[in-house]
């Protein structure tokens, strides 16, 4: 994280990327067929440039996928994740936690008693600073999180249910 404010290069390159991610159009889809989508996230990046496969893949992602309409809840939210932050700055923070640290968080915030309510939606998302994000494991599954731990001045327990972890890939 260092290397990215002290060195210019590093950080010109890491600022036009999180600027570039931050605008790209912001879509929610349904699924339409499962066997579809399946086959269309079958294709690997490179399998496009051949004009035949990407002519087939938008094919199949038509045949999947439907649009959602852009005042369903989820897109509203994604346009709108919480009071002080636009779409952009939301998703250009979380980005830079992303290239700069390796993982990027969200908590999504379902209102005051209803935390960790899955039935319940979530009214304002917030990017988290990986360094103030803490897991603790289920002590049975080697791949189950009993919750994690946001280190505010103060530790505060947050439901595994309203957290993404974002890695990098």
């Known amino acids: 994280y260092r290397a990215y404010e002290s060195i210019s290069a590093v950080y ?16 929610v889809y349904k699924i339409k067929d499962k066997q579809a989508l ?4 079958s294709f690997e990046p490179y399998q496009f440039q051949r004009p035949s496969n990407y002519i087939k893949a938008r094919r199949l992602e038509k045949k999947a996928l439907e649009q959602v309409d852009e005042t369903s809840d989820l897109a509203k ?24 640290k390796g993982e990027g968080f969200i908590w999504g915030n379902r209102g005051e008693g209803l935390e960790g309510d899955v039935n319940r939606p979530i009214l ?5 600073p990986p360094s103030i994000m803490h897991l603790v494991p ?14 505010l001045p103060q530790l505060r327990p947050l439901f595994k249910e309203d957290v993404i972890n974002w890695l990098l890939s």
């Open 124 to 128: 304002e998302m917030f990017p988290v």
């Open 38 to 41: 399946k086959q269309y996230k």
């Open 12 to 27: 010109t390159v890491v600022s036009y990327l999180m600027t570039k991610f931050a605008h790209v159009p912001i879509r």
């Open 77 to 100: 939210l994604l346009q709108n994740p919480n009071p002080v932050m636009s779409s952009d700055v939301f998703f250009q923070t979380l980005f830079g936690y992303k290239l700069t």
């Open 138 to 151: 289920d002590p049975n599954d080697v791949y189950g999180i009993i919750e994690w731990v946001i280190q």
